[in-house]
Structures are given as structure tokens and as C-alpha cells.
């Protein structure tokens, strides 16, 4: 019978980890939409281009590596997939994720005077860096796959980007929490992120890895999301696998996610 309650509460903890964000962020619509309107400003004030360099800073990053993999290096895959493309659609997606997961380390702390001395739902922090970058990146996700594959292949490349937000939401509480309470972890954070984007299949195809080493991209949750994204837009191959793993993982940290950030919401306070 315990058993039967551990579940019971597991599964009711799993159902609130996804239905109590998407909740607040539908109720709470206009303050986090005010909440953007401000960040985007104090982030391009005074600038010459304005709100246009939210698109053209992920733009330049790309092309950057571009520029050394492609002309420097002059790097060339065996299989009829251009490399290019294969990698501008793969790193515009690892961009996304880890400007995300950086940000919400620290979203708590940023806005940390909003919710200090004042009645604020904070419930809707860690999904602030989701929807800022969802719509950016949703925006020159479309573009680059129109040029790239198509404009009938757009669609899809704004699907990755959404279906990936949504894979990201216990993520960003589990992250939200541990960067307020830990703070040692937004500072080797980076570096984690570094070698995770070596060990994922995006400046090399997944084939390419050593025998011995293929067990990695296993235990990669990015590299089945690169797995689906690229077999959806470039028909490369993928497995069911790829679909499974990312979505077993999500459905397990939905309910320590909101535990954990139920929990630590009385105390957030506190640590500012």
C-alpha cells in the first residue's frame, strides 16, 4: 500500500511539475510579456541597431564557427549532407539550449528585487529565459532552415525549437533553484556546457565517434535531440531511441522539479 501512495504522489507531483507552469504562464501572460518588453530594452538601449541585435548576436555566433569549420578548416562530411547545414541547424539548437540553461541559473538572482519586498509570482521566473529565447531563436530557427532546406522545412524548424522549450521546463526549475542556493554552479556551469557541445554531434556526424566511445551519445539527452532535429529537417537517420530517452528523462525530473522549487520558494528570499 505504500508503494501504491509513493506512486499516487510521484505521478500527482509529475502532472503539477507540467500543468502548474504552463498555468501560471497563461495567468501571469502580461507580466511576463512586460517582464521581456523590459529586459530587451535595458539589453539594447542606446545600441544603433536596437532589438535587432537580440537576432544578430546568435547570428554572429554561428558564423563565427562557420567561418573556422567550414572556411578555415575546410571541414567536408562523407555523406551528401552539406556540412554547413548540418551545422547551422545544430548549433542554432545548442545555442538555444544553452543560453536557456545559463540564464536560469541566475534568473532568481536577477530579479530577485521584483519579488523581495513585494507580493510577486515567482513561479514564472524560471520560465522567463524559455520564452525570451524561444521566440528569438523560434524567429532565426525559420529563417535558416528556409534558406538551408526550404521554406516548406520552416514549420519544422520552429517545431524543433518549441518542442525543445517544452523538453527544457524541469530543467530550468531544477537549475533556477540550485543556482540561488549553489552558486558555485553558475561559475563551472560554463565549462560543463563547453564539453557537452564536444560530446554532442554537432561539429561532427554521429558516426564519426570511435566504437568505444559511442556509449556517450546514449547518455546524451543533446545529442538525441540533434538525432531528431536533423532526421526531421535532413532526413539523416534516427531511432526511436533518440525520441524515447529525452522524453523518459523529462517525464522523471518533472516531479522533483516541482517539489524541489515548491519547497525552496518560501526560502528564495532569503538567499538574496
Known sequence: ????????????????????????????????????????????????????????????????????????????????????????????????????????????????????????????????????????????????????????????????ILGVSLLLIPICYLLAVIGLFLKDISQIFPFLITVTLYLTPILYMPDSLPSNLSWLLMVNPAADVMAIVHGGLQGLAWDWGNLARPLVLWLLLLAPSAVLFRRAEPHVREML
Open 1 to 160: 500500500m505504500t508503494a501504491v501512495n509513493l506512486l499516487l504522489r510521484y505521478l500527482r507531483a509529475t502532472y503539477s511539475g507540467l500543468i502548474k507552469p504552463l498555468q501560471a504562464a497563461y495567468q501571469h501572460r502580461y507580466l511576463l510579456l512586460l517582464l521581456i518588453r523590459r529586459d530587451v530594452t535595458t539589453r539594447t538601449s542606446g545600441t544603433w541597431f536596437g532589438d535587432a541585435w537580440l537576432l544578430l548576436q546568435p547570428a554572429l555566433q554561428i558564423v563565427g564557427f562557420w567561418f573556422l569549420l567550414d572556411i578555415v578548416l575546410q571541414v567536408k562530411f562523407p555523406k551528401n549532407v552539406p556540412f554547413l547545414n548540418y551545422f547551422l541547424i545544430g548549433m542554432l539548437t545548442w545555442a538555444f539550449i544553452a543560453e536557456v540553461l545559463g540564464r536560469s541559473l541566475t534568473v532568481l538572482s536577477e530579479f530577485g528585487s521584483l519579488y523581495r519586498r513585494a507580493v510577486f509570482p515567482v513561479i514564472i521566473l524560471p520560465l522567463f529565459p524559455i520564452i525570451l529565447s524561444a521566440t528569438l531563436y523560434s524567429i532565426v530557427m525559420g529563417i535558416t532552415v528556409g534558406l538551408l532546406e526550404g521554406y516548406e522545412q520552416a514549420p519544422y524548424g520552429v517545431l524543433c
